[in-house]
Structures are given as C-alpha cells and as structure tokens.
C-alpha cells in the first residue's frame, strides 16, 4: 500500500496497488483529475491576460493540452461545464489555452513549452495571421478545434495543475501501518523543516532531490534530510528501519 501527501490539498490518501512511478493524482476540491494533472474552469470569461494571471500560481498555469486525448478531455469536460453556465450558444462556448501565435506565423508559443508545442489543433481556416488575432482558444464553432483570436476578448480558461511533483508518498504495510524506514548513504544534506510539506518543497526546489528523510528528534524537532535517489532507485541495502525516521519520495 503506498500513501500519497498531496501539499495542496494537505491530507492523506489511501490506495491500493499504485506504483511509484505514477503516483496518484488528488486534486483540489473543484478540480478534476485527468493522468498526472488537475483541471479547473474559471467560473467567469475573460481575456486572455487575466486568465494567465489567474491560472499562474505554483504548479498551475493556463492549459496547454499536448495530446489529443488530453485535447479531448478538457473539451468534453469544460464544455458541459461552460455549457451549465451559459447555456449551448455557440458564440459563448469558447476556451482560452495558453498558447499565442505571436508572430502571426502559426507558430505557437505556448506557456511553459520550450520552442514549439508538437501538438497542435487548429481548426480548418486558422490561423487568420491576423495582428489582432493573438490568443488561441478552443471554440465550440469548431467542434473544440483551435482557432486564434483577439486577446482582449472575453472567453472561459481553463488552469491545469501538474500534481506528480507535489505529491510525496511513503511505503505502509497491508494494513496501513507505517514501519519507521530511511534511506541512509544518499545525503545531499540537512535542513530544518517544520514537516512533510516543509521539507517536500525544499526537495523539490534542489534539482538532484529524488526522496528525503524526515527524522523526528525530540517531541518537536524535525530534522529534514534530502536525498540524491529516491527509495526504490536506491541499492535497498541502504533502506534501513530508523526508529522515527520516515523516508517520502518525490
Ligand atoms: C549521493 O550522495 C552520496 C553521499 O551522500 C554520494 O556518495 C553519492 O555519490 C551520491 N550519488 C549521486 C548519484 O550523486
Ligand atoms: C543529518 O541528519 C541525520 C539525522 O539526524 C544525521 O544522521 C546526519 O549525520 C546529519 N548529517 C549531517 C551532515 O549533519
């Protein structure tokens, strides 16, 4: 049995049979789980500048679907949730993603993508290579399809979440008892940190963290110890059983 801590939502999470690799996708109350990530509507339309400004905060940014079937997940289910707001006119039904076609080329320039996005969607007739057509969104006109468009316009965003680097996940046995284990030899080095989530941010933050040690000294000191593998990369000679020590891979 494997325990995910999720830092955003700040709770435990119980699941059978999920592998380290893919740890398990919790979102946020509002948000829907699709793979690794969260999605989330905005509740009001707006232009293209707000909805970036309100998708960017930690781990979430305007939605950049990469894939067909991350494409056709977010239409389906933004759609009938655009759909519970306005109503079907086809006009309202539109999503803003985070892409722009800056140099009115058609070559995209999408928030958080290195160089050019390798999937794309446009629709039949786009892009215009208009000056005032910017800002590239999903449009029911186009059964979903992309198309570009004025960036001041109002339409619906959607933020996308990437959640597999905020969750932290620890081994329990079958009945969901934690046997105290680190793993020793691999220190990058210590830190002190007020817990779980304290600790997972700094491991997070240093490129070579992969898993880290949380040992409890005393009844409240804690000291954080990041780590260069994580525990099932690691030789499993050096998993050892610490009394109060719990080892959280990334
Ligand atoms: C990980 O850290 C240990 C010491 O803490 C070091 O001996 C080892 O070479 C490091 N491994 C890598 C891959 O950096
Ligand atoms: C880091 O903390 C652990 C646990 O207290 C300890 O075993 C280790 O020696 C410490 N490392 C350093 C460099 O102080």
Redesign the pocket.
């Known amino acids: 049995m494997l325990v995910c801590i999720l830092t955003l939502i700040i709770g435990y999470v119980w699941a059978d049979g999920v592998s380290f690799q893919r740890p398990l996708s919790v979102c946020p109350p509002g948000w829907l789980a699709w793979q690794d990530a969260c999605y989330i509507l905005l509740p009001d339309r707006v232009n293209w500048w707000q909805a970036k400004t309100v998708c960017d905060r930690p781990g979430s940014s305007l939605v950049v679907p990469d894939s067909q079937e991350e494409q056709d997940f977010i239409w389906r289910e933004m759609r009938s949730r655009m759909e519970m707001i306005v109503g079907s006119s086809t006009n309202k039904l539109e999503l803003w993603i985070g892409c722009k076609d800056v140099d009115n080329t058609g070559q995209l320039t999408c928030l958080g993508v290195q160089d050019r996005p390798q999937f794309t969607n446009w629709n039949g007739g786009n892009p215009h290579h208009h000056q005032d057509q910017d800002c590239i969104r999903m449009a029911e006109k186009y059964g979903g399809n992309w198309g570009d468009s004025g960036c001041q316009s109002k339409k619906f965003a959607s933020c996308e979440m990437r959640v597999s680097h905020r969750s932290y996940c620890l081994q329990a046995d079958a009945d969901g008892r934690f046997t105290p284990q680190c793993l020793l ?3 990058i080095k210590n830190l002190t940190a007020a817990g779980v989530i304290g600790c997972g941010q700094a491991c997070w933050a240093e490129p070579r963290c992969h898993s880290f040690n949380l040992w409890q000294k005393g009844d409240d000191k804690k000291v954080c110890q990041l780590n ?1 593998a994580s525990s099932i990369e690691a030789d499993p000679a050096f998993l050892k059983k610490v009394e109060s020590c719990n080892v959280f891979d990334l």
């Open positions: 030899n691999h220190e260069n």
